[in-house]
């Protein structure tokens, strides 16, 4: 997302992105229609990135047993046949039957409005390009296999599906309030790098974690970072980092708890954080709610492609 072209509309030019950065966003914004999304080109992807996807997919499931979160676990094989890029249109059909969402490709990155659109319309924006093989283990913009991998299996989740789409309503209004630096840390800690406890222990939902190498072990397993209990106020008031693994996590008990915690009105609520000092996202306060790193269950049961 980015903060520029207020108005969320395509003029054919990359949108500026929050952090730091060398070089624009990448993508070709130019073919990109006004609302930012555009046909995914399948027939063009090279069977280089197929076989990247396929690598990439390969190692992303044999994590997941012991630290993802079971909803995710029972829709990955959603995505279809592991061994190539899926089509858009495809996991389309299986997704609106399950949720009413549908994917749209992007070229990238694309405005907050824009995105916050996307979503009130239940339309999840997919990057189309893949990673190079040099970035097998980390890219810094979100690819096709972030986007579809991290993603989309949740949108197979009846809550969490309108929880997303909550989320671009709120967005919309957050950008008339103002407050969208303060929503985005709501994204980041939940649809990106949310942890959920669950009766087999603390898993991973958010996507960040799940299409990552090495976040996904450390986010569940590690005793360094913190894992607080999801509490709102505190989250709004906590920065985050884009360049390295987080330092503290929030979890929820359910999907209904994440819903329904943000489905008040925001607006009292901007006011109150905008009222208290931003915490860095290594604070600690007294008298938090902490859950312990979970011991990594080492089952024997796998995982396998669909
Ligand atoms: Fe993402």
């Given amino acids: 997302m980015s903060t520029d072209r207020r108005d969320g509309v395509n003029r054919g030019l990359a ?7 060398e070089r624009p966003p990448r993508g070709d914004y130019a073919r990109a229609r006004q609302d930012f999304t555009c046909e995914q080109r399948w027939q063009d992807y090279t069977p280089a990135e197929h076989a ?3 690598r990439l997919y390969a190692r992303q499931l044999a994590q997941l047993q012991g ?4 909803e995710f676990i029972d829709a990955v094989e959603q995505l279809g046949s592991p061994t190539h890029i899926p089509r858009l249109d495809t996991v389309s059909s299986r997704l609106e039957r399950t949720s009413g969402w549908r994917l749209v490709g992007a070229p990238g990155l ?3 409005e824009a995105f916050f659109a996307l979503l009130a ?5 997919v990057t189309d390009w893949m990673r ?3 970035e097998f283990d980390y890219v810094v913009e979100p690819d096709i296999f972030h986007d579809l991998f991290g993603h989309v299996p949740l949108l197979f989740n009846p809550t969490f599906a309108d929880y997303m789409q909550a989320y671009g309503m709120g967005g919309l209004k957050a950008a008339r309030l103002g407050a969208c630096e303060l929503l985005a840390r709501l994204y980041w800690y939940t649809v990106e790098f949310g942890l959920i406890n669950t009766p087999a222990g603390l898993r991973a939902y958010g996507a960040g974690l799940l299409s990552s190498a090495g976040e996904l072990h450390h986010a569940i397993v590690d005793p360094a970072p913190q894992r607080l209990a999801f509490q709102l106020e505190r989250l709004m008031r906590t920065r985050y ?8 996590y929030f979890v929820i008990d359910s999907f209904q708890q994440l819903f329904e915690a943000t489905a008040l009105d925001f607006a009292p609520l901007y006011e109150r954080v905008r009222s208290l000092p931003a915490l860095e996202a290594d604070s600690i306060l007294p008298d938090e709610r902490h859950y312990a790193a979970a011991r990594r269950c080492l089952s024997t049961s796998v ?3 669909g």
């Fill in 303 to 305: 995982i396998t492609p």
């Fill in 121 to 125: 319309q239940r339309r999840f924006p």
């Fill in 132 to 134: 190079r093989p040099e």
């Fill in 67 to 70: 630290l993802a979160c079971p």
């Fill in 241 to 248: 980092r884009i360049d390295r693994y987080q330092a503290s």
């Fill in 15 to 21: 949108p500026r992105t929050y952090g730091q950065g």
């Fill in 110 to 112: 694309i405005p907050e």
């Fill in 52 to 54: 990247l996807y396929e």
